[in-house]
């Protein structure tokens, strides 16, 4: 059996330049309005404000549909006090229950996630890799407005932890 290793990430902030041209005309308190159809394109400015408000709206509604579920789940919790005399109804009753509260924690840990690219956001490196301070893609972003790391560094990052697992 293989050790399991930990590979830390090291987050290497934008260079000076980069950062400039990611908060030029950025206002920290963004007001601004988007059409309900509106898509970023490749074409415009990376991160410009209606992006960042585009994946700041996107990012809340996600938020909001997992507090919801949430609170849905508590609710459901508090309620199933009932006792099943059958031993097979009562199994089946306490595996629904513990599928239940993992997809909560997940989602709680979603939302910690959620939380994080929202802060990214404010301090304008929201859209930009952790590893290499380069853009990350659109259909990324689109895809898992969470991401930290492009594709690149990502697939390089899954490389190493595989390599360090099966050592």
């Known amino acids: 059996m293989g050790l399991a290793v930990r590979v830390r990430r090291t987050y290497i902030p934008p260079t000076k330049k980069i950062f400039e041209a990611i908060t030029s005309g950025v206002p920290k308190k963004m007001n601004v309005t ?6 970023p394109r490749a074409k415009d400015k990376f991160m410009n404000a209606r992006m960042l408000e585009y994946f700041r709206q996107k990012l ?27 031993i097979g109804d009562r199994a089946t009753v306490e595996t629904d229950r513990s599928l239940e509260l993992r997809t909560r924690d997940r989602a709680r840990k979603l939302i910690t996630k959620i939380d994080e690219a929202l802060e990214r956001i404010e301090k304008g490196s929201y859209g930009y890799c952790m590893e290499t301070s380069e853009p990350i893609s659109l259909s990324r972003l689109e895809a898992r407005p969470i991401a930290t790391l492009s594709i690149e560094a990502q697939e390089r990052h899954e490389r190493m932890e595989k390599t360090h697992r099966d050592e």
């Open 34 to 39: 988007l059409s309900p159809d509106y898509k």
């Open 60 to 86: 809340l509604n996600w938020k909001t549909d997992l507090l919801s579920e949430s609170s849905s789940t508590l609710q459901h919790l508090q309620e199933g006090g009932s006792v099943e005399s059958d």
